[in-house]
């Protein structure tokens, strides 16, 4: 598959994530050594370890179903990077009366153009940071 535009890698590999589609998820990616995924609480996964990291995930017979807003875009030629908030969503049947929606993860995606159009060359997701400390004395985070 060709993809014109970064967004357009970027849409593929949500649609392969919420379907639990391991096809999919490997189309959107570079055919290099040198692609990485680090997902929270898991090993990193290097080159072809990408792959086999989302063949496991999506073996347990469901994808994820995230809503996901764009807070920062660059491109600058044939390179771009995307940092995205995924926040998961929770199905009528899930939802627990009392228990606090689980947090948001923030991701980054770097896209490489290629003679083949745009491909995934990095996926780095975290979770939430915490607050930043506040300056007792005037009441800001001591980043303000």
Request: glycine share 6%.
């Amino acid at each position: 598959m060709r993809f014109a535009t970064p967004q357009d890698v970027e849409d593929a590999y949500y649609d392969a994530l919420e379907a639990g589609d391991a096809e999919a998820m490997s189309s959107v990616w570079a055919d290099s050594d040198a692609i990485f995924c680090l997902l929270p609480m898991m090993p990193l996964a290097v080159g072809e370890q990408v792959g086999r990291l989302w063949r496991i995930l999506f073996e347990q017979g469901r994808g994820f179903d995230l809503e996901v807003r764009h807070l920062l875009w660059i491109e600058e030629g044939d390179l771009a990077v995307h940092l995205v908030e995924e926040r998961p969503q929770i199905q009528a049947d899930q939802f627990q009366p009392g228990v606090p929606l689980p947090p948001p993860l923030y991701a980054t995606h770097v896209f490489r153009r290629a003679a083949d159009g745009w491909r995934l060359l990095v996926h780095q997701s975290s979770p939430t940071p915490p607050p930043p400390p506040r300056v007792p004395s005037a009441g800001r985070t001591a980043l303000a």
